[in-house]
């Protein structure tokens, strides 16, 4: 059984930077995985996605240079540096894996991962 689970959300005052994990057991394929978000009222979006070999990395324009993703393929485990926090940046993050070839890309698609984790929330003050 696949399991994601996500920490290291919280609460932040702008401009104010956080670390997410997101831990990844059990034996699955993994062609791709990212970094979803979702505000209340609005539509899941696509954060950053990081190929299996971390060759390729996409970013969502409002958060790029402010975030970075990576992997520690070892410890299982993916990371979502977030720096120069925004109050806009406010959501419930998602953890997400896919089997996909196609998954990594500009505006990644929500459809393209099976694996989800729990969530973490970040809040960011003004």
């Known amino acids: 059984q696949v399991q994601l689970v996500e920490s290291g959300g919280g609460s932040v005052q702008a401009g104010g930077s956080l670390r997410l994990s997101c831990v990844v057991s059990?034996?699955?394929?993994?062609?791709?995985m990212g970094w979803f978000r979702q505000a209340p009222g609005k539509e899941r979006e696509g954060v950053a996605t990081?190929?299996?070999?971390?060759?390729?990395?996409y970013y969502a324009d409002s958060v790029k240079d402010r975030f970075t993703i990576s992997q520690d393929n070892a410890k299982n485990t993916l990371f979502l540096q977030m720096n120069s926090l925004k109050p806009e940046d406010t959501a419930m993050y998602y953890c997400?894996?896919?089997?996909?070839?196609?998954?990594?890309?500009?505006?990644?698609?929500?459809?393209?991962?099976?694996?989800w984790g729990q969530g973490t929330q970040v809040t960011v003050s003004s």
């Open positions: 990081i190929s299996s070999g971390g060759r390729s990395t």
């Open positions: 059990g034996f699955v394929s993994r062609y791709c």
């Open positions: 997400a894996l896919s089997v996909k070839w196609w998954a990594c890309r500009p505006q990644a698609m929500d459809v393209d991962f099976g694996y």
